[in-house]
């Protein structure tokens, strides 16, 4: 079955400008968790969402949001973009339980540039 | 604070030659540990959790309590093995998911 989809798979936008990132999962999936990649804070744990709620939350500013449809798509949103906030953002989607029984697949990452 | 170190960025070794990337974490709790590999051009995927206990493409991985340690094994190393490796401490009972250590690139050389 097709795996976890993201796009654009590329966006450059400017400070100050907002920027949404879709996610769609694979079939069948209701959790989607959004994950954030740089170079100096590598892999962090933005938030997930299951069964359209946001269940789980990391450590991220207020500018970061999210939302799941009821689809299961998921969409993430960035406000006021920062310098900072250039990364490759990837999403994992799983079944919904706990990691340690349920596998959760990356998708290939939205490449993010703030200039 | 929970939290993963990989001591490692880069770790080259020769094919044929054992491997073992090292991986320490500090938790309050009973800890929840994963490998995970992205090789060149492909997704971050899971290579084995520590409650499998099996081995996965010749890698295995044991929980050390004592030594806050889960760290990746494979007694002869194969070209195809080169890739990135992330530990991954799962933190689910704090209510995020991962707590990805920095990752060590590994390198298989001919």
């Known amino acids: 079955k097709a795996g976890v989809t993201q796009t654009p798979r590329y966006l450059i936008k400017t400070r100050g400008q907002q920027v949404t990132l879709s996610c769609s999962p694979i079939s069948g999936h209701r959790s989607v968790s959004w994950y954030q990649q740089t170079p100096g804070q590598g892999l962090q744990f933005l938030f997930e969402y299951f069964s359209e709620t946001q269940r789980n939350k990391g450590n991220f500013p207020g500018r970061f949001s999210g939302r799941q449809f009821s689809n299961s798509r998921s969409e993430m949103n960035v406000s006021t973009l920062e310098l900072g906030d250039s990364a490759l953002y990837l999403c994992a989607s799983s079944l919904g339980g706990r990691p340690i029984t349920d596998t959760q697949y990356f998708g290939p990452g939205t490449r993010l540039t703030v200039l | 604070a929970q939290r993963v170190t990989q001591p490692e960025k880069l770790l080259s070794v020769f094919k044929g030659a054992p491997v073992e990337l090292k991986c320490n974490y500090s938790y309050s709790g009973s800890p929840e540990l994963f490998w995970y590999v992205q090789y060149s051009r492909q997704r971050l995927q899971l290579l084995l959790r520590h409650i499998s206990r099996e081995s996965i493409k010749g890698f295995t991985a044991d929980l050390n309590k004592g030594e806050t340690s889960f760290h990746l094994k494979k007694p002869f190393a194969q070209e195809e093995d080169s890739a990135m490796y992330y530990c991954?401490?799962?933190?689910?009972?704090?209510?995020?998911?991962?707590?990805f250590g920095p990752g060590t690139r590994l390198s298989v050389l001919p």
């Open positions: 991954a401490l799962s933190v689910w009972n704090y209510g995020q998911n991962f707590v």
